[in-house]
């Protein structure tokens, strides 16, 4: 459960983050740090243990199939940092 | 009694008896916030305008003799990570500095309807990720009781405000801890209701599976007020529950049953402050003495809370805070136009997230990862079965639990920010209650020596949220820990 | 060929919802961009989504067509992954508990039946769409979010495939039975069906398949069949070679005709597949997957077999027939109106109806001759004869008249008035004496040759069985 600098450029890659070395050195160190904490969950036996995926016993929540106004193209627009002819505008997205 | 420093009940009352305007109110109320909000720094979004219209608007429904809401007229402070239409809401953060969300929170709709007045956004910690909103991109919010001291957090922002009297009531957010804590470190009542008591519709999500809104107020009636008002289903939260909901407020000071109040032996042990100890068994004295029975109670599982938290706090969180990437709202990294779109990603959310919500996200991206999903979101998903199992067992033979809201009282600025852990592990008594579900609310009970307020927590089976109003109404009925207010005169 | 090919196939079906799965936008297609989205769709802070009831039916209804074990609930799970098209950067999809899985599709090729294993068949929503401005200078792309959050069916095949005909066929059948079920209008033109293909190879007999080589963006069938030719035999290149295939996603290069390799880093697919926490599970009772079987109708593989048995056509018929369940259905409508001349209004429909409608670039439902026009017309044929027939069916297209009418206004009807006929025969007896004489003597194709210069003199309109009759009398029996 080691967590080397190579884990830490992983996962900084996995969350679009982008690190200076001196950050990684103490993130590094700070996520070591609570994962060695976290550790302490391995105390438990949890074999037999169902997971609690949903913090609700709710179960089949639907809507109806039905059509309600979109928002005007100007508003989500004005939202956005660029924008051209109708479309959001990113940087060249290579396939 | 100056006119702020009522409660949103009594000033309710006197605006609707038409013994003052809500404009009054509402000018009264901003003249104080302008004069400690430079001390304090609650607000990360005063709307003086919005608030006075809205003033206005219930002002003449009442001269023409139109009905009015139940919060007709009363100054609310809504934490910053709630939407309002129109009115930017940043969860203190760079990322969404200058955002302005086109559409209302359900809760924001709800207080809208029921004529309260919104009078501004409060400070947080950045995405509600912290325990001090010392996480705050903006500022620093200080607790009213002691200006070199965190108002505790993340709803920083509204515990102080409402403690300060620069708002009659506050909505907050409690993912694990976030309104107890803070009410319970400004001498505050805070509840976090049962987790689908509550819309999350427009709560800007930090772990969607732990988040829930509540009240923050100056007392317990107000808390039921509130709390009323917000509670219900809502078709576009698919986990909000289709219960009917109570009346919160009538009958609020019966208790009839003599109540079984279990006693966590986990929540009292190593760690706690020995003032807060003895406030708290001086409470349940208070309890006693009026008919209840104490139970000793074991959680065995709580002490993995913090733990099992961190996992799926962050697990979630890494996530719900993909979205931020520059392309359709928020801030966008002024990178030269050739540079490709993954840089752009990680510029972006390099130079908009501060440091607690970057180490969250990268902690969670690495639980859900190839190879660690079992070792880590799965088996937190376990333990936390198990924690929900130690409260169902307990609710079985109490009707409910006293605990501290926290170890300690509110620390020093600057004390913890460079432990994270040291700072996680201050929600070691709310935390539990998130992963159960299980509503709590926190009242002031008492004080340190060194005048900082102390909080109890009273802890419900779901749904029962009548039951903690009238056993914290009770309490307050008793004692007058609610009625100090912080001194505030302090220079800034 | 050298080698052995195993293939598989992912494929994405938008269902035909109004609505969208987590929101109310619509779904309409080819509206200008970014006129439909909210908050929801969008991935705006603080949404959440509901899911659309239709959606979650439709996808039920199909993985129980597919024959697909279908779980006591099924949840939705979270994969996440970075794209400008994706709002939210994660995807609401299935991942640990599908609505439908271990399922099955009974293809037919050659003649042979096969059974294709489906691994899964879940819901999750569809990304926006991404553009690419045409000048490669420009360093930009466009984003419309008008397709995000469209429901989309996911349907994955075992790597059962063991040639292009067998996938053809399983793309074909499959397809049908979308449409038959009318959970997809399968509209390729639209991106409605889209497929992810993936093929390796082995030397014969070898026991171990090759790199597995993922094709994604695959936007028609007759791409899908292109690239998979093209693959086996760039795969069967490296290995003879002595080369290794690598593992590696590629895109369809359709103007080069030439699979090229994703330029895009490949990001180990580490999708972080977590319980979506803001959905609740459906839980599936028997009683609901009852109900909703009984709104599946015969699909296309057994209608065939049906239509094969009952109504004496051939298999080639029957496939054509059911191709298209509204054609089945006009067909099976016929034939209950005519009874017995089901091998003729089969012709009728294969022949004549398909190539009115192809002409016309319609569907069956808009035809204009419903099944009891077509049924009318094919009697009238014994009066008016083939010919005429088929030029009566074509006005009836045009006009939407019946053929009765056609005929009256038309003055197309037979002439067979046995004293009409008569004189007009002896006409043609007494003007053609060498004719007849070659009959009499033996040459039958003299007789051919009357019955052309009698129809010749009424314009075609007589009716050839009782002409025959009256000039094989008149010229046996010599004249009266
Ligand atoms: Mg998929
Ligand atoms: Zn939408």
Redo the contacts between chains.
Sequence with gaps: ?D?GLK??E??????????TDE?KKT?KK??A???D??K?????D?DT????????D?KN?F?KEELTPS?SRQ??LN????NVNGF?K?????E | MLLHELTASKVRERITKREVTAQEVVEELLEWINLKEPLIKTYLCLDEDGALSKAKEIDEKLSNGNKVGLLAGVPIAIKDN??TAGVK?T?ASKI?EN?????D?FVVKRIKDEDAIIIGKTNLDEFAMGSSTENSAFQITRNPWDIDCIPGGSSGGSAAAVSADMAFMALGSDTGGSVRQPASFCGDVGLKPT??RVS??????F????DQIGPITKDVLDTALLLQVISGHD?????C?ALDVPNYISDIDRLDDVLKIGVPREFFGEGLNTEIKSALMDALKIYEANGAKLVDLSLP?C??A???Y??IAT??A??NL??Y????????SR?S???????????T??EG?GNEV??R???G??A???GY?E????????????I?NDFEDAFKKVDCIICPTCPTPAFKIGERVTE??EM?LSDIYTIPANLA?IPGISIPCGFTSAGLPIGMQILGKYFDERKLLKMAKLFENETDFHLKRPKLNQQV | MKYEVVMGLETHAELNTVSKLFCGCSTKFGSEPNTQAC?IC??????????NERAFEHSLKAAIALNCEIGRFASFD?K?Y?Y?DL????QISQSYFNIGNNGYVDIVVKGKKKRIDIHNVHLEEEAGKLIHPEKSDD???L?D?NRAGVPLLEIVTEPDMRSIEEVESYMQILRNILLYIGVSDCKMQEGSLRFEASISLCEKGAKVYGNRVEIKNLNSMKAVLKVLAYEISRQGDLLDKGKEVLMETRLWDEVNAVSRRMRTKEE?H?Y???PE????PVWIDQKWIDETKKTIPELPVNKRQRFVKEYLISDYDAGVLTEDIFLADYFEACVKLARNSSKELSNWIINDVLRELNERKINIQEFTVTPKMLVELIKEKSTVGNAIAKEVFIEMVNTGKNAQSIINEKNLAQLSDVDELNTITANVIEKNPKAVEDYKRGKKNALAFLIGQTMKMTKGKANPKILTEILKEKITTGPK
């Design positions: 459960m967590i884990e830490i992983y996962i900084a890659n996995l969350s679009r983050i982008a690190l950050e993130f700070q996520l740090n609570i994962l904490y976290i302490k969950l391995n105390e438990l949890t243990v169902e997971p609690m995926a949903y913090a609700t709710l929540v809507r928002l508003k989500i939202l956005s940092p660029s959001f990113v940087p060249k997205v290579i | 709630m939407c809401t969860c969404l955002f302005i969300p086109p559409y929170a987790y689908g999350r519709y427009g709560l800007i999500a772990a969607s599976s732990l078709n576009f939260d698919s986990t529950a599982h002490e993995y913090v733990a099992t961190y996992i697990a979630e890494s996530s993909a979205r990437d520059g392309v359709r709202y928020g801030h966008r990178l136009s050739d540079s490709n779109i993954v840089d752009m990603y990680s510029q959310r390099a997230f970057k180490r996200i990268l902690l991206n690495y859900l990862s190839t999903y070792a880590y979101y799965l088996k937190a998903s376990k333990v936390r079965n198990l929900k994270p852990l996680y579900g | 908050p969008l991935g705006l802070p603080g949404v959440l989504p509901v899911m979270r996440n970075y400008p709002p939210k950067n994660y360093d930009y792309s984003v979010f180990a580490d972080r597949y977590f926490p803001d959905l609740v």
